[in-house]
Structures are given as C-alpha cells and as structure tokens.
C-alpha cells in the first residue's frame, strides 16, 4: 500500500511554532515535535526555539546519534515545499584548519625557541667555569 506524502507550504510551517505546536523542518521534511518536547534530551526549549522553521543547521550542529535519526521518523508528517522557503544558506560543516604541508619554517622556529635558552645557559656555564679556572690558577 503506498501513502501519499503531505506537502506543506513554509508558511504552514510557520504557523506552527509555539510549545502546543511545534512544527520544523530538518533535510526537507516537516516534524511535529509537539509531544516529544518533554522527552527531548537536550530540552524542550532547544526544539522550541528550532520551530516554525528550518532546523536542518541546529540539528546537524549538535551531531545527533544514528537513533534520533531513527527516532526522528516517529514525529514526521510530511515534506515541505522547497519553493516556499525562504532563501537560507544550507549546511555546511565546520571547516577544519588547513594543513600546512611545508613545516619547515614553523618546526625551525619551534626549534630555536626550544634550543635559544639551552645554548645561552651552556655559554653561560661555560664562561663561568673558564673564568674560575683562570682566576683559581694564578
């Protein structure tokens, strides 16, 4: 038997976006959350303030496990109509630093700020212990 899928209007989304009927979208698809709100494990107010709108970027900000994935299917009623929605700027996740693959200048650098002090101690002992010598002999 195949279901047909809701499809929603963003501005029907929008209407539903308070604690007696949370509404929001993840990845397309339309939730309501509304009697999840007191199980949620971060808090009812994380999915408060995430409806009657897109929440695909809070939702894969946090990194949600394989079964809120799964739990996630239990809430959904529909898709919304990606023509109705507003323009936003999609997912993107962190960028790492990038990896510098010359090192040599930043390793050198690391190396005389370790090396600098021993040298100068070593000069320093070393003098100590030649002028004591020359003094001691006469």
Known sequence: MVTETKVFQFSEVETHGDPTDCWLIIHGKVYDVTKF?????????????????????DFEDVGHSVDAHNLMKDFEIGEVDITSMPEVETYKPAKSPEY?????????????????????????LALRYLYKKNNSVE
Request: net charge negative; hydrophobic share 45%; glycine share 8%.
């Open 37 to 57: 709100l007191e199980h949620h494990p971060g808090g009812d107010d994380v999915l408060v303030s995430a409806t009657g709108k897109d929440a695909t970027n």
């Open 100 to 124: 510098n693959h010359d090192k040599s200048s930043a390793f050198i650098i690391k190396i005389l700020q370790f090396l600098g002090p021993i040298v100068i101690l070593a000069l320093a």
